[in-house]
């Protein structure tokens, strides 16, 4: 090969290796907030470790003597090996290691020093090929841009339609490959290759055999992570869902926090949507802020006078799932295929802005706010939106986790339903699954009347429903900030308090 070819190749590298690097810190990024929620905080400490280990890396590259084309092809093979099984080794001891901060931290530290080594090896290895102010800014030109490729690809395609456990296999196998064409292509300057050519093939191989067993790999960690047995499990661009199944109990995960369980989730549900809507006979439009198991809407259908039900949902893997799949439709009651039914799969938040249309009903069905994004959904900002859209006389409820375990949490809802001008009536109902569970009535006026209930419900009366407003000393009002998007108050409040509670 010419020179300028040779080059070409090896910035080709460059802009690899770039690639390979990022996605293997978005990987454990992603991988963490999945398995301990906080996306946030996940998210930074992985990043800062990773940068600080990539340091060391850099720091490291100064002490390689020798054939540096030698070392930097093990450093592929290496780095192929551990940082694509990576996700796959994370996901299979989770259930297992009871240190698993230790294990995430100590792989992002040994990817992160290698992906370090990378940038400094190549560019001695091109040093004598480039003018130095040349070989500087194209090699961190392809550097760049290789971040820019991973960040792209990482969201759009990568997670939605090959998974993380995948994704990791994928990029590995790329890594290795990058020190196996620098074998082939540079050879002379190698001398002897054998033993390069041989180990680079026993990685690809490797890779390879992981990338195909791929499913079966998060079949094994799920199956050891959940009790019951897993009989679907898909990563969609915004989460991780996962469905299971014992004798007599359908149970939804979503990141690996649990959503309901089949045996219980009518009193949930009962509540969330009888105590408000049952006092609203003249309600004929109801909006639907989550809830894409389609549970809360089977509630409202309960009522012949409903003519319309918008339900807005960001996931389309979690509407589309509970449409199609027989036992789910079963416990939903169809509710997702009524013709009185209308699914927008979006963002709450930026659906609500400019909203003109009105609802006589409004139901936040959201999960916890464990973290920013969706402690967005829980601020003044977007009870305001809210606001706009609800029909004069009308009402709106919000689920607000347990007010016994994250008691500042359940009122600092309150409080910033009070800051954003509603009228707030706070209630609670006993879950088995979850426990004390609360909820939030708020209205622009005090709601008047009487129950009205709907016949068939399994859990509430009128006289059930009066003893759900009344709030024992260990889960009664506690001051609190009002959650605002520019502090996020509750994110914090929640932590906190479900830090120390062990179920």
């Not at 093939?201 to 992981?210: E, F, K, N, Q």
Request: hydrophobic share 50%.
């Amino acid at each position: 090969m010419s020179d300028r070819g040779t080059r070409l190749l090896l910035l080709a590298s460059v802009f690899a290796v770039a690639t390979c690097g990022l996605i293997y810190e978005l990987i454990c990024g992603t991988l963490a907030s999945y398995l301990l929620g906080d996306s946030v905080t996940q998210f930074s400490t992985v990043i800062g470790v990773y940068l600080f280990a990539m340091g060391i890396g850099s720091y490291l590259s100064r002490f390689v003597q020798g054939n540096v084309l030698r070392m930097f092809i093990r450093v592929e093979y290496l780095i192929g090996v551990v940082g694509g099984s990576a996700a796959a080794i994370l996901f299979l001891c989770f259930a297992h290691v009871s240190s698993f901060r230790v294990l995430l931290y100590g792989l992002i530290v040994v990817v992160g020093t290698m992906v370090g080594l990378e940038i400094p090896l190549m560019l001695r290895i091109l040093k004598g090929r480039l003018e130095f102010k040349e070989l500087v800014s194209k090699v961190f030109t392809f550097d760049y841009i290789g971040a820019l490729a991973a960040s792209l690809l990482f969201p759009l395609l990568l997670v939605p339609h090959l998974g993380l456990v995948r994704s990791g296999f994928l990029f590995g196998i790329v890594n290795a490959a990058v020190g196996l064409c620098a074998v082939e292509v540079l050879r002379r300057e190698l001398g002897g290759t054998a033993g390069l050519r041989a180990a680079g093939w026993t990685a690809i191989i490797l890779l390879g055999a992981g990338f195909a067993a791929s499913d079966r790999i998060m079949t094994w960690s799920e199956s050891a992570t959940y009790v019951d047995d897993v009989i679907y499990a898909r990563s969609s661009p915004y989460q991780r869902v996962v469905l299971t199944r014992s004798t007599n109990d359908l149970r939804l995960y979503l990141n690996g926090n649990l959503q309901f369980s089949s045996r219980d989730e009518y009193r949930y549900h009962e509540a969330l949507v009888h105590a408000g809507l049952a006092r609203l006979p003249q309600a004929r439009r109801v909006l639907i802020l989550g809830g894409g198991d389609g549970l809360a809407a089977r509630e409202v259908l309960r009522y012949p006078g409903i003519e319309h039900i918008t339900l807005v949902d960001l996931d389309p893997s979690v509407t589309g799932l509970f449409s199609r799949q027989e036992n789910l439709v079963a416990l939903n009651g169809g509710a997702l295929s009524s013709p009185k039914l209308q699914i927008v799969n979006a963002d709450a938040f930026a659906w609500l802005r400019g909203r003109t249309d009105q609802f006589d009903f409004v139901v936040v069905d959201f999960p916890d706010p464990s973290n920013f994004s969706v402690g967005k959904l829980y601020t003044t900002a977007f009870f305001d939106l809210a606001r706009g859209v609800l029909a004069p006389g009308g009402a709106m409820v919000v689920q607000c986790t347990s007010p016994f375990v994250a008691r500042k949490s359940f009122w600092c809802v309150d409080a910033t339903l009070h800051a954003a001008k509603f009228v707030t009536e706070p209630y609670h109902v006993y879950v088995p699954s979850f426990g004390e569970w609360g909820f939030i009535l708020a209205s622009r006026e005090p709601l008047g009347g009487v129950w009205q209930l709907p016949e068939g419900l399994r859990y509430l009366t009128p006289q059930t429903l009066a003893t759900l407003f009344a709030f024992p000393p260990d889960m009664g009002p506690v001051p609190t900030e009002v959650n605002r998007l520019n502090n996020q108050a509750l994110v914090r409040y929640f932590e906190e308090e479900w830090a120390h509670y062990v179920h």
